[in-house]
């Protein structure tokens, strides 16, 4: 996720710009950068600090231009680390034409070999970088800058936001959009165009969102919106809630990150399945940076994070056994350390972690490499420790995640190490091209599914009014059905401070039946293994429990007081994503009313530096 900004007709664009970067930045902040057009000539500056590379950014600017008109980028890096050369704006190879985009271009490497056959010089890693070689080229042809973006759309496949300016015509801003949200401003000598809302707030007098595959021409006080045949439309009005200021609209009308954070799930796991399977149909992952060859010599996977990265990793277990046939240990990170493992150079040692910066996880890794076994991290964070440590990376495309309990970048997890058992089992020949393009297909019908799952809110906030009261929680569960427990019991202590425990269902009558009680609460994760689950639940209602079953819709007999129902899932190793989201809305919903700050939970912090 990254953060664009376009402004025209503003005396005090440069200012505007940064202004909008700085609302902007909780979409990213390993780099940023500004373009204008200042008599003419294009000019640029650009920083890559990190963590705050808005200010730093702003801390640059040597002689601010006398420009009207400009565009500007806050980064979450995706393709190519945070440098200052893989910021954007990205500039043609004649320095006439910037651009600046948010998403993922999934045939950017086949456009970059013909632009590169054709002659022209790239100077990043990103996926961006064509699209303005593209524009070069249609300028070159005589097109105007509108045409010209139109045209280049045209040619891509991914989903993106774009916003570009030329010095050919100097108060003119296009920009487009497919599946990634852009919305126009107009006032009335000024045009801004931007990647929502809060960074146009008290700046317009009108807001407008282009829908899919349109193109924005905006001018100083006029806004002309284009299909990309060329077909003029009105633009869809967009009502602003007059009481809304910056921070509100930063978390998109919700009361707090974690909830929109959870709201914004679907988004990604689309995105961290973007770019994922090659013009055949095979599946690639382009930052693994490990051969095929050192992958095809794995005999042996060992899985190594906490929390609920951990939780992930026990949802990969399944996908890498059942898929790719390797044998695979998931050991919490702090626990590997100090056991002398048995790894060596044919152990494939997984890192997962969102912030790519966990002690724990860390040192394990280190460890691994110690002993010569080869190193991958799943991880959120691409200038992360890890990342930059490990032999190879997969990184979850969530966007930064500030709410201390996990939910995006869990869910974005699973389905990357899903990609990642897939491509070993593609490589390894345990799965032929057609089995691993159906799971494919699988995998990107989760999106909508977990937006269905969402869309169930209503029902879990009646489940969480009826427990209030309740203090003790058994979250249980088999086979994949397990590690969905843990996550749903981890979710509720953290953010409700609720005694909750997650226990493999079989094993709550060797000790933990004890505890149960009248008042105690049983949330039992019903499938894949349903009739085994039937008997587990009978023990704890036969002791007074009251019972939260999750189950599938297509699932006939699930009993209990209540019932939170998830979307059919037709793999059941992918089933675990749907199942967790009613449990992150019932440790939500009830964290709520007892009225706890669900964004910074007491004792806790999101990124743990320490053993
Ligand atoms: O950044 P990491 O994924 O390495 O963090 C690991 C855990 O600290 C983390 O998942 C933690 O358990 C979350 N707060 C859970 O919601």
């Known amino acids: 996720m990254c953060g664009i900004i376009g402004v025209t007709g503003d005396e005090g664009a440069l200012e505007t710009i940064f202004d909008g ?24 500056e650009r920083a890559a600090d990190g963590t705050h590379s808005v200010e730093d950014l702003v801390a640059k600017k040597a002689a601010p231009p006398s420009s009207r008109a400009g565009i500007g980028h806050t980064r979450w890096a995706t393709h190519g680390s945070p440098t200052v050369a893989n910021a954007h704006p990205h500039v043609d190879c004649t320095g006439r034409v910037a651009l600046v985009h948010n998403g993922i271009i999934e045939n950017h490497a086949e456009l970059a070999a013909t632009l590169a056959d054709q002659g022209h010089t790239f100077t990043s890693e990103t996926d961006t970088e064509v699209l303005v070689h593209l524009l070069e080229d249609e300028l070159a042809s005589g097109a105007g800058l509108a045409d010209a973006l139109r045209t280049t759309l045209g040619k891509l496949r991914g989903a993106f936001s774009v916003v570009a300016l030329s010095t050919s015509d100097p108060e003119l801003i296009v920009a487009g959009r497919r599946s990634v949200p852009l919305l126009a401003a ?19 007098d009108g807001y407008f969102a282009l829908d899919d595959d349109q193109v924005a021409e905006v001018r100083p006080g006029s806004l002309r919106v284009t299909t990309l045949d060329g077909r003029e439309v009105d633009p869809t009005v967009v009502t602003v809630d007059p009481a809304w200021d910056v921070v509100a609209a930063q978390m998109g009308g919700f009361c707090d990150f974690m909830s929109k954070e959870i709201h914004e799930q679907p988004r990604a796991i689309a995105d961290t399945l973007l770019d994922r399977r090659a013009g055949d149909g095979s599946l690639v992952l382009d930052e693994l940076h490990l051969s095929p060859d050192v992958l095809r010599a794995v005999d042996k996977v060992v899985v190594v994070a906490c929390g609920s990265s951990f939780h992930a990793g026990l949802v990969a277990k399944y996908a890498i056994e059942r898929w790719a046939r390797l044998p695979t240990e998931v050991v919490i990170a702090s626990e590997l350390r100090y056991r002398e493992p048995v790894l060596h150079e044919r152990t494939l040692v997984v890192g997962v972690s969102q912030s790519g910066e966990t002690l724990d996880t860390l040192e394990a890794l280190r460890e691994a490499r110690r002993a010569g076994a080869r190193t991958l991290v799943v991880t959120n964070v691409v200038h992360s420790t890890m990342a930059r440590e490990a032999d190879g990376a997969i990184y979850t495309r969530a966007g930064p995640e500030v709410s201390v309990a ?27 091209a057609r089995a691993v ?3 494919l297909d699988e995998l990107q019908s989760l999106p909508a599914a977990v937006a269905d799952a969402l869309g169930r809110a209503k029902e879990v906030d009646d489940v969480a009014d009826a427990l209030l009261g309740a203090r003790d929680y058994f979250f249980i569960g088999r086979n994949l059905g397990y590690p969905v427990a843990l996550e749903g019991a981890l979710k509720l ?21 004890a505890l149960v009680e009248p008042g105690t609460v049983v949330v039992a994760i019903l499938d894949p293994l349903r009739d085994k689950m039937r008997s587990n639940v009978a023990e704890a209602v036969s002791r007074g429990a009251t019972v939260v079953a999750v189950a599938a819709d297509g699932n006939p007999d699930a009993g209990g007081d209540h019932v939170l129902r998830v979307p059919d899932v ?42």
């Open 570 to 611: 037709a793999d059941p190793v992918l089933a675990p994503v749907v199942e967790v989201v009613p449990l992150q809305l019932l440790a939500y919903a009830l964290a709520r009313r007892l009225g706890n700050d669900v964004d910074r939970p007491r004792n806790l912090a999101k990124t743990v530096t320490v053993e």
């Open 437 to 439: 393009a159906a799971v």
């Open 186 to 204: 107009l006032g009335q000598q000024t045009g801004l165009v931007a990647s929502d809302v809060s960074a146009l707030l008290g700046r317009a």
């Open 493 to 513: 202590k953290e953010i409700s401070y609720l005694r909750a425990e997650g226990y493999p269902a079989g094993e709550l009558k060797h000790g933990p039946l």
């Open 21 to 44: 970067l700085r609302r902007l930045e909780y979409r990213g902040y390993d780099s940023a950068g500004v373009a204008l057009v200042d008599q003419g000539v294009l000019w640029r």
């Open 406 to 432: 996990s939910t995006k970048s869990h869910l974005a997890q699973i389905v990357a190490l899903d990609v990642l058992a897939l491509a070993l089992a593609q490589w390894l020949g345990t799965m032929g």
